[in-house]
């Protein structure tokens, strides 16, 4: 459901520094009033005017602006979290709006069509992100207006995911359970290069090239003969510790799911058969994330 154009569903209130201004103002007239002071009585109603203009002013400034948040990507613990509302209405009034959720704002969108936030997170699991809002203010930050985005203005919050960060100095060892669909890298042929992606490993840096266009790039491969599945068991990181053993199992289906194998997991009650292919990667580290009953964390 869209958020229609018009002034429903805003919340209007002043921000700290307006109610002290606001305060401030009877303050002002009342000791004009004591001293008879024109000046000081010119001085309250200026400040009374300027709050009454601000007000309207940051109502008119989300008034008529529409915004649907867009699926929002898994990210892995210390890496952000981005939301991205799409906006539409008057461009003359998207340049102060931000994107908001759990208490934290966005830049403002400016010219941009979309409203960004990027959330940094500390730890892995569910996130539950509330209903997120738009949010604009005043040109002083005297007023501020929301309101909750359309397409969640009625729902109890949506929720996002946080993975365990990869360990890619320890990946997980799969047991190979038996032959796959999938296709192993011929490390002998190399067809030739590509950006950096999860699952990538040091190993695989072309140097000279990162360093000649200034981005991270790896050497692509060959496919090769067909390999085994791998099934990532707990008992093989348990030793680990906890956090620990979850990334070193988060990189090890990366890995492998890099390298076209099929992947499972064994975790204490839970098994994932082995499967190829991007939903089942996300399977896997959804599977890992929630481990354990753990919320994500924001740093």
């Known amino acids: ?151 969640h203005s009625d729902d109890a919050g949506i929720e996002a995911m946080i993975w365990p960060a990869p360990d890619w100095t320890a990946p997980a060892e799969g047991v190979e359970t038996g032959l796959s669909g999938g296709r192993a890298w011929n490390r002998d042929e190399i067809a030739g290069l590509r950006p950096w992606r999860h699952g990538d490993t040091p190993v695989d840096m072309a140097w000279r090239a990162t360093m000649r266009r200034g981005e991270p790039i790896v050497r692509d491969y060959e496919a090769g003969h067909a390999r085994g599945a791998r099934l990532f068991s707990w008992s093989g990181v348990a030793g680990a510790g906890p956090e620990a053993g979850l990334s070193r199992l988060s990189a090890g289906v990366i890995s492998a799911n890099r390298q076209g194998l099929a992947a499972g997991l064994d975790l204490p009650g839970l098994r994932i058969d082995p499967a190829e292919g991007e939903a089942q990667l996300g399977l896997c580290l959804d599977a890992l994330a929630r481990h354990g009953g753990r919320t994500g964390r924001l740093a």
């Open 1 to 151: 459901m869209s958020m229609p154009g018009t002034s429903a569903g805003l919340r209007r209130a002043p921000t700290p520094q307006g109610w002290a201004l606001l305060m401030a103002a009877p303050a002002l007239f009342l000791l004009a009033v004591n001293y008879s002071s024109n000046l000081v009585f010119t001085l309250s109603f200026l400040v009374l005017s300027l709050m009454i203009n601000a007000g309207i002013a940051t109502w008119r400034g989300l008034d008529g602006i529409e915004g649907n948040l867009a699926p929002v990507a898994p990210a892995f613990a210390g890496e952000p979290l981005t939301l991205t509302a799409r906006l539409s209405g008057p461009a003359t009034r998207r340049w102060a709006v931000r994107l908001r959720a759990l208490g934290r704002s966005g830049p403002p969108a400016g010219e941009a069509p979309d409203a960004r936030l990027d959330l940094c997170t500390a730890g892995r699991g569910p996130l539950a992100l509330g209903i997120p809002e738009l949010e604009t203010r005043d040109a002083l930050g005297l007023f501020r207006v929301r309101r909750a985005l359309g397409n």
